[in-house]
Each structure stands twice: as structure tokens, then as C-alpha cells.
């Protein structure tokens, strides 16, 4: 089956922690994004990346860091830094950056 | 950057009810998307239509890309359209803005 998948689902840790949430495409695409959604709002832009190797930053990038070594997998590491970690994470491809973008089911982070 | 308008926040409806929902966008776009997000979080691609007009069921969609807005039509609403109704958009060769969304909630 094609599609994305971001693990774990739920995720706890104490403030202070670092914490890498994991998203993996099996769909061939190129590009990849994370995207953070709070309580009632819409999506903001983290990070996103066109190509292997390379990577841009979103709207809110700040607190945190991401790679893209493959092709299917785009980690997002959430450090210290970031002041309110607490939020549902989602990950999402897409062919190129203008096709249509398809959605993982999430991670909802919860800080302590 | 392009703002993103949606409207009406939220809506709500009898089952077998007709709803527009609105997504004004502020610059011109190549890339339009509709999303609908279920109670459980998951989004799923609804349309993509930087302009035209499009139908998939009893969902459909318009964009007026000269007049800068697109509209979302479902007709003979059941309790599993509820969840929120995200419109996106971009231009050039840049990521999407998202709207804050129109929360539906259908009832029985």
C-alpha cells in the first residue's frame, strides 16, 4: 500500500527533551513538508524540502531542525529551544512542490 | 505572502442539507487545494483546482481565479462530512497557505 506514515501517534516527554517525530513516504515523491496545527487553528509551515540533501524553512521554524538523507524519510527533531512544543504534528508529500499533497495521519506531542 | 480567507468559520447542518463554504485568497495562485480533516485528524486531499470547476460525487468545486476565490459545494451533507474544510493555496514555486478553516458539523 502507498502512502505516509508518522510515528509514534502519541508522544510524552518531559520539558527540555529533544524528541524526533519520524515520516516515511513509499510514494515516490520529492517533495516533503511538516506542518504544526494547535488546537481550533489551521496548519503552519515548519519545514519543507524539495530534493534529497536539501531543505527549507517554513513559517515557524524556529525550535526546531529536520534532515532529508532519503528520499522516504524526512525527520523532524523538536528541541529544547522550542518554547511551546505541545501541538499535533503532520507530515505530507507531494510529487513536486505545486502537486497535490498527501497527508500522514499525525503525532500529537505532549510536553510535560 | 497571500492571505487566506475561509467562510463561514462554522456551520451547522441537518443531514440531507446543501452548504457553500468560500476560500478568498489575496494574490493570484497556480495551486489550489481543498482538504477536509475528520475528527481523528487525518486530511485527505479533496480537490486540486487552481481554477475551473470540478465534481467528485456530491462534493464539488469552483475557483474564479480572476476574482481571486474559490468555492466548495456539498450537497445531501451526511454525518460523515463533518470534520473541518481547509482551503490552500500557492503561487510560483512556493509551499501552500492554509486557511483557518470551516469547521462543519452535520446532524442526524
Known amino acids: 500500500d502507498g502512502g505516509i506514515t508518522q510515528s509514534p501517534k502519541y508522544l510524552f516527554r518531559k520539558e527540555g527533551q529533544n524528541v524526533t517525530l519520524s515520516c516515511e513516504q513509499n510514494?515516490?515523491?520529492?517533495?516533503m513538508y511538516w506542518y504544526r496545527q494547535d488546537p481550533g487553528q489551521g496548519l503552519r509551515l515548519i519545514y519543507y524540502s524539495q530534493i534529497v540533501n536539501d531543505f527549507q524553512k517554513g513559517d515557524i521554524a524556529e525550535g526546531y531542525s529536520v534532515s532529508r538523507e532519503k528520499k522516504e524519510s524526512f525527520p523532524l527533531t523538536v528541541t529544547s529551544a522550542q518554547k511551546n512544543p505541545t501541538a499535533f504534528y503532520l507530515c505530507a508529500s507531494s510529487g513536486v512542490l505545486a502537486d497535490t499533497q498527501y497527508f500522514g495521519p499525525g503525532t500529537r506531542l505532549t510536553v510535560l | 505572502g497571500i492571505q487566506v480567507e475561509q467562510s463561514p468559520p462554522d456551520l451547522i447542518l441537518q443531514e440531507g442539507a446543501n452548504s457553500t463554504l468560500r476560500c478568498n485568497f489575496s494574490?493570484?495562485?497556480?495551486?489550489l487545494q481543498w482538504f477536509h480533516q475528520n475528527p481523528w485528524g487525518q486530511l485527505i486531499n479533496l480537490f486540486y483546482?487552481?481554477?475551473g470547476t470540478k465534481q467528485n460525487g456530491r462534493l464539488s468545486a469552483t475557483t474564479v481565479a480572476t476574482e481571486r476565490y474559490s468555492l466548495l459545494y456539498i450537497s445531501s451533507s451526511q454525518t460523515t462530512d463533518s470534520g473541518v474544510y481547509f482551503c490552500?493555496?500557492?503561487?510560483?514555486?512556493?509551499?501552500?497557505?492554509f486557511g483557518k478553516g470551516t469547521r462543519l458539523s452535520v446532524i442526524a
Open positions: 490552500a493555496v500557492g503561487s510560483g514555486n512556493t509551499p501552500l497557505v
Open positions: 494574490d493570484s495562485v497556480n495551486n
Open positions: 483546482i487552481p481554477s
Open positions: 510514494l515516490n515523491h520529492d517533495a
